[in-house]
Each structure stands twice: as structure tokens, then as C-alpha cells.
């Protein structure tokens, strides 16, 4: 059974910093990964999708990796910025399954 | 504009009422989920809708119920069965399957009363 390991649960950073948020999976099978992003209350996201042939993911300052041999993805953001604090979710899909199978999240909080 | 859209945003159930929750997406998505938030947890499928007429079960069915008659619509039932059910529910959807990017909407928050 897959599973989903997001650390830290929660970050706290000063504006401007650069930072890493880990995710690991035990089934290195996946067909894709995907980070998302979630506001108190409101729906998610979608930042990035890396699929298993794909190394890494930019957009604007966010770089997803996924290392699919060793079970692992990193979500860097650079520069982060007050607007940035929100809880930070990864998210595997695998072949042959609908199912996305989710982390529970790290709770960033960037400090002006 | 082109998205998803969830109503109510909020809703409050007696013990022993069956609600419905409203999911609807103009994005020509084949593809629906609803799932269910609970704090400190991941998400959770409840159902899942590749096709009109046609949804599965996913990990945490029970209680619940869904239907598909229309492509843009996957409204979901939270039963009098479901023995726990406050919890932030969210819908979904994606071009044709879990391998796409998801897609979600605002989300609902029931509570039971």
C-alpha cells in the first residue's frame, strides 16, 4: 500500500529565504507527482506535475524534483514571500489506479 | 470562467439527515473525485467518475453515495449511514483521469449538528 510522507508538518521561515519541503513515497511505481497548494479553508492548487520520466518541474520561483529510485520529491521555493504561507501538499498517482494518494501536508509560514 | 465550482460552502446537518453536496465544472473534465479533509489527515477519495453513468468506490465509500447523469455534475450524498461525517469535502476533476493534473473546487464544510 502506497504511502505518502510529507516533513516537516510545519516551517516557519523569515521573508526572502530560500527552502526545501520533502515528500516520500514507499512505491517507487508511480506514474506521476504532483504539489499542491492550499489556503485556511479553500480548495487546492495544482503548483507542479512531474511524471516518472521527468526529473524536475519549474514554474516561476517553485522547482519540484522527484527521484522516483529513491522515493522522494523536493518542492523548492525561492525567495519566499508572506504570500507563500500556506500548507503544502505532494500527491502520487499510480498506474493502473485512479487514485491519488496524498501527504498530509507541511504549513508554511513566511515571516515578513 | 472556466472551473469548478461547490455549494453550499458551508452546511449543517441534524443527526439522521441525508445532505447533497453540489459539484459542478465547465472544463469538459471526463474525470470527477470527491474527497474528504479531516485536520491532520490527507485527503481521503470517496468516489471517483471517469465517465458518465458510470463511478467507483474509493477508499472511504460507506455512507456515502454519488451520481453521474450529466458530465458537468457529481453531486455527492452524505447518508444518515456515514457515522462520522463533519469534514471539509472537496470535488475535483481532471481531463481523464488521475495521471492529469486534479483540478479542485472551494470545497464544503459540513458540520453535524
Known amino acids: 500500500k502506497q504511502e505518502v510522507t510529507q516533513i516537516p508538518a510545519a516551517l516557519s521561515v523569515p521573508e526572502g529565504e530560500n527552502l526545501v519541503l520533502n515528500c516520500s513515497f514507499t512505491d517507487s511505481a508511480i506514474y506521476n507527482l504532483q504539489w499542491f497548494r492550499q489556503d485556511p479553508g479553500k480548495g487546492l492548487t495544482s503548483l507542479l506535475l512531474?511524471?516518472?520520466?521527468?526529473r524536475e518541474q519549474t514554474s516561476g520561483r517553485l522547482n519540484a524534483s522527484l527521484d522516483k529510485s529513491s522515493g522522494r520529491s523536493t518542492l523548492y521555493i525561492a525567495a519566499s514571500q508572506p504570500g507563500d504561507s500556506a500548507t503544502y501538499l505532494c500527491a502520487v498517482s499510480q498506474g493502473g489506479s485512479e487514485k491519488l494518494v496524498f501527504g498530509k501536508g507541511t504549513k508554511l509560514t513566511v515571516n515578513p | 470562467d472556466g472551473g469548478i465550482t461547490q455549494s453550499p460552502k458551508y452546511l449543517f446537518r441534524k443527526e439522521g439527515q441525508n445532505v447533497t453536496l453540489s459539484c459542478e465544472q465547465n472544463?469538459?473534465?471526463?474525470?470527477m473525485y470527491w474527497y474528504r479533509q479531516d485536520p491532520g489527515q490527507g485527503l481521503r477519495l470517496i468516489y471517483y467518475?471517469?465517465?458518465?453513468?458510470?463511478?467507483q468506490k474509493g477508499d472511504i465509500a460507506e455512507g456515502y453515495s454519488v451520481s453521474r447523469e450529466k458530465k458537468e455534475s457529481f453531486p455527492l450524498t452524505v447518508t444518515s449511514a456515514q457515522k462520522n461525517p463533519t469534514a471539509f469535502y472537496l470535488c475535483a476533476s481532471s481531463i481523464a483521469g488521475s495521471t492529469d493534473t486534479q483540478y479542485f473546487g472551494p470545497g464544503t464544510r459540513l458540520t453535524v449538528l
Open positions: 472544463l469538459n473534465h471526463d474525470a
Open positions: 512531474i511524471q516518472s520520466s521527468q
Open positions: 467518475s471517469q465517465i458518465v453513468n458510470d463511478f
